[in-house]
Antibody, heavy 118, light 106 residues
Framework: EIQLLESGGGLVKPGGSLRLSCAAS????????VNWIRQPPGKGLEWVSG????????FYADSAKGRFTISRDNSKKTLYLHMSDLKVDDTAVYFC???????????WGQGALVTVSS | EIVLTQSPASLSVSPGQRASLSCRAS??????LAWYQQKPGQAPRLLIY???KRATGIPARFSGSGSGTDFTLTISSLEPEDFAVYFC????????FGQGTKVEVK
């Protein structure tokens, strides 16, 4: 069974930093693009960042460029998102999701809530 | 960047009735379009990919159609568990979602 489990969410002040982790199991982790997708409270889905299976290529939404860094450790089957200079508008549930053929999100984690507030 | 616009924003339907949800792309997305269902407090679930292919375990009452820029998700006969929010999605230079359609009980 494929599972994705996010951790590292919490309350952080504006301007602060946080690192999210996504532990994967049940599939060949290094063969797939894995992504971060967020959802502000009561709003829609926004893709944030993704990384190729090898880690050689990373992708970022404009809202994440320069502040967020995605990385992965294939030996640990874990994806990370380091977020810095956090803003109130970054408050959201952050989901980790595996991309099938690099196109669609066929498996999702349960999400980690990040709250940016003073 | 391709923008996906979903309509309507919300839809009131009685159980057992048919629901049709629209997703329009700002330019052609060929056949690379997916639909997701999200229930409160849960992660989204992939329903349809490549416009019309049902994901594993998705009931036949869900179907997708369309091409180019106009796409439709149809739920042929709504079950109680189908009342949820539905999103369309495409990947071009980045991954893009529509803003969602909420299907509510009439």
């Amino acid at each position: 069974e494929i599972q994705l489990l996010e951790s590292g969410g919490g309350l952080v002040k504006p301007g602060g930093s946080l690192r999210l982790s996504c532990a994967a199991s049940g599939f060949n982790f290094g063969d797939y693009i894995v992504n971060w997708i967020r959802q502000p409270p009561g709003k829609g889905l926004e893709w944030v960042s993704g990384m190729s299976g090898s880690g050689a290529t990373s992708f970022y939404a404009d809202s994440a460029k320069g502040r967020f860094t995605i990385s992965r450790d294939n030996s640990k089957k874990t994806l990370y998102l380091h977020m810095s200079d956090l803003k109130v508008d970054d408050t959201a549930v952050y989901f980790c999701a595996k991309a099938d053929r690099g196109l669609y999100f066929d498996h999702w984690g349960q999400g980690a809530l990040v709250t940016v507030s003073s | 960047e391709i923008v996906l616009t979903q309509s309507p924003a919300s839809l009131s339907v009685s159980p057992g009735q048919r629901a049709s949800l629209s997703c329009r792309a700002s330019q052609s997305v060929s056949t690379f379009l997916a639909w997701y269902q999200q229930k409160p407090g849960q992660a989204p679930r992939l329903l349809i990919y490549d416009v019309s292919k049902r994901a594993t375990g998705i009931p036949a009452r869900f179907s997708g159609s369309g091409s180019g820029t106009d796409f439709t998700l149809t739920i042929s006969s709504l079950e109680p568990e189908d009342f949820a929010v539905y999103f369309c999605q495409h990947r071009s230079n980045s991954w893009t979602f529509g803003q969602g359609t909420k299907v509510e009980v009439k």
